[in-house]
């Protein structure tokens, strides 16, 4: 008794099935499934998919050939319609989400504004901040951070 009594720890029919007809190369079904080039020039020699390959896209061509380009043709379109309906849900969410957030925020803007003493200068800062030219905001490193940190601790556990 050969090996065909024995089970493979690889998916060997889902491998030949995308060797033959997604045409995977031998390094992408490596990568993917872990399996050496020499085991899989094994099974692909025993299970002739090479031939097996051929005989597949020969077959498909000649389906092509016979519906025509306009079978083709219909086909693209029904895919392009498709995509373009779920890039519009994707778009509506999207849309959603945004409005939602833009909403909380133009909240909290509003309760600022009205919470300040100088509503003017308060939204002045606001339009520096979202036009990037605020001044008085300094971005601190981590070290600087640190030392901060240090020196707030020293001067806690001194009084």
């Not at 030949?16 to 992408?28: A, G, L, P, S, Y």
């Not at 380009?69 to 895919?79: A, F, N, P, T, Y």
């Not at 951070?145 to 001067?155: F, G, H, L, P, T």
Request: aromatic residues 8%; proline residues 1%.
């Amino acid at each position: 008794m050969g090996s065909e009594g024995r089970k493979s720890k690889y998916p060997l029919i889902i491998i030949e099935n995308e060797f033959v007809k997604q045409r995977m190369k031998f390094t992408e079904i490596m990568d993917k499934y872990g399996i050496s080039k020499g085991l899989l020039s094994y099974y692909a020699k025993r299970r002739d998919w090479h031939n097996k390959r051929e005989k597949y896209y020969s077959q498909v061509e000649t389906i092509v050939a016979s519906n025509g380009v306009e079978e083709g043709v219909k086909e693209q379109k029904s895919l392009i319609d498709r995509l373009q309906y779920l890039l519009d849900l994707k778009l509506a969410a999207e849309t959603k989400v945004f409005s939602t957030s833009q909403d909380t925020v133009n909240k909290e803007l509003m309760h600022l504004i009205n919470k300040s003493k100088d509503p003017v200068g308060e939204l002045t800062k606001i339009i520096e901040l979202l036009k990037g030219n605020a001044t008085g905001r300094v971005e601190i490193n981590e070290k600087e951070k640190a030392a901060k940190y240090n020196r707030m601790k020293e001067y806690m556990t001194a009084g």
